[in-house]
């Protein structure tokens, strides 16, 4: 049994693996970083709206809650602070917002309340109704058996142009010293076929004090177009697929509420018998048609000389590098009867230990990547090759540096977490005394 697992585990996990790890670490050169001037106009054709979603319960902030434009396929999530902002075409002026955030009730609060609330707005938490007895007694990889079998009843058949927000962000500890930010348009291909989804990079800046990276900095090689691998159903060879199966052991988990749905979940492991890194994490399904709407996952990191392997591409001789944190989630949406990919983020720790050094370095590394608003693509319009973002292009690296506020103009972004903020004004102060220093 032992070999067969460890054989069928080296065939099938390997490229999902490494699809879904495109992190390496290379020797940062110093060099000047110009400045990156956009023209911009102010619109009047939009207008802005903010809010803080929180649990009524217990006040506690609610991150990653989707807030969609009803009637439209604009939408945002809130920050770590549970904060959101969300531009909206002045003809929609008078439409409501649904929010919505897994295991509460849906809530509609609209445009004009918005403007006028002082307060955060509530989400309440959804008692389930399904009996949890007969939950229990159900064969957890009979269903993920059904989640594979109804992919294509339940998942966008249609080719659709997605745009979205990408950021990707670098601490070295506590402190921040990247922010890479971009709008990008998804050229999406129908799940579950083959052909990849293509990226084009609409916007895109950055800020770093390569002075706190030391010698050494983090860079994530394929930016946008690797979180998108993040898409378990368009690329289901990691874990939706009856090959793989085996090699996770499945158990049922208490049922949760989600948008106004009944959600089974699901635990996942990897079989005790393989000794490579594997994934385990939650699986939430829904119960009447068997869509996975959101998945949170992580690697398992305790061989972290096998684990180390699939992340670090390049790096010093004198360095070893262990990856201390691998965490993923990915959420779906739905919009009549049918789910899509609107949401992925990737929370990544490395710890690299060096010869003849006293103290170790410890950087953190976030990727978040959020569909704003997305339409068919009916003409099946594709990407020429140079307008396509390679997969081996560092957003980092591309991108030039930060520009005035107005940078993003009608773009919906996820709003920054205060000490994001923060970060990127000491960022800026310090380009500035260096340059005037020179």
């Known amino acids: 049994m032992k070999t067969e697992l460890t054989k069928k585990y080296k065939k099938m996990i390997h490229l999902p693996m490494k699809k879904l790890s ?17 023209e911009t106009q102010e619109s009047s054709q939009y207008q802005l709206y903010t809010g803080t979603i929180e649990d009524k319960s217990n006040n506690d902030a609610l991150p990653s809650a989707t807030v969609v434009l009803s009637g439209t396929n604009i939408s945002t999530v809130s920050n770590a ?61 009979e269903i993920m058996k059904q989640v594979i079998k109804k992919i294509p009843d339940n998942y966008l058949a249609s080719p ?61 090689q394929g930016g946008p177009a690797s979180a998108l691998y993040l898409d378990l159903v368009k690329h289901p060879e990691a874990l939706l697929s009856n090959d793989i199966l085996d090699s ?53 990191l305790e061989n972290r000389k096998e684990a180390s392997k699939i992340f670090v591409r390049k790096k010093p001789a004198r360095a070893k590098v262990y990856a201390t944190q691998a965490d993923y989630t990915v959420n779906y949406r739905e919009d009549n009867n049918k789910w899509y990919y609107g949401y992925s983020k990737m929370e990544l720790a490395f710890k690299i230990n060096w010869k003849k050094r006293l103290f170790n370095s410890v950087y953190k590394l976030d990727v978040e990547l959020a569909v704003t608003d997305w339409k068919e693509n009916a003409e099946k319009k594709s990407l020429k090759a140079k307008e396509r973002l390679k997969p081996s292009t560092i957003l980092s690296d591309k991108a030039s540096g930060f520009s005035e506020p107005d940078f993003w103009g009608e773009y919906n972004i996820i709003e920054p977490e205060k000490s994001i903020e923060s970060a990127i004004k000491k960022i800026q102060k310090q380009l500035k005394k260096r340059e005037e220093s020179k």
């Open 22 to 38: 495109f992190i390496f670490l290379v020797i940062c050169f110093s060099f000047k970083l110009s400045a990156f001037q956009v």
């Open 81 to 141: 602070s549970g904060e959101f902002s969300i531009k909206v075409p002045y003809q929609n002026r008078n439409a409501n917002l649904i929010i919505s955030y897994l295991g509460y009730k849906n809530k509609t609060v609209s445009l004009v309340q918005l403007q006028n609330m002082e307060d955060a707005i509530q989400l309440e938490r959804t008692v389930t109704e399904l009996d949890e007895v007969s939950i229990g007694e159900r064969d957890a990889k």
């Open 160 to 220: 659709i142009i997605q745009t979205a927000f990408y950021r990707e962000t670098i601490r070295k500890r506590r402190t921040y010293v990247s922010l890479s930010e971009a709008v990008i348009d998804i050229y999406k291909n129908p799940s579950p076929l083959n052909k990849v989804d293509d990226v084009k990079l609409f916007k895109a800046r950055k800020n770093t004090d390569y002075k706190r990276l030391d010698t050494l900095t983090l860079k994530l």
């Open 248 to 300: 996770y052991i499945f158990t049922m988990d208490k049922s949760v509420g989600m948008n106004n749905r009944n959600m089974y979940v699901i635990n996942f492991k990897q079989h005790p018998n393989i000794p490579d890194p594997m994934y385990y994490g939650k699986l939430y399904i829904d119960v009447t048609t068997y869509a996975l709407t959101k998945a949170s996952f992580s690697l398992n």
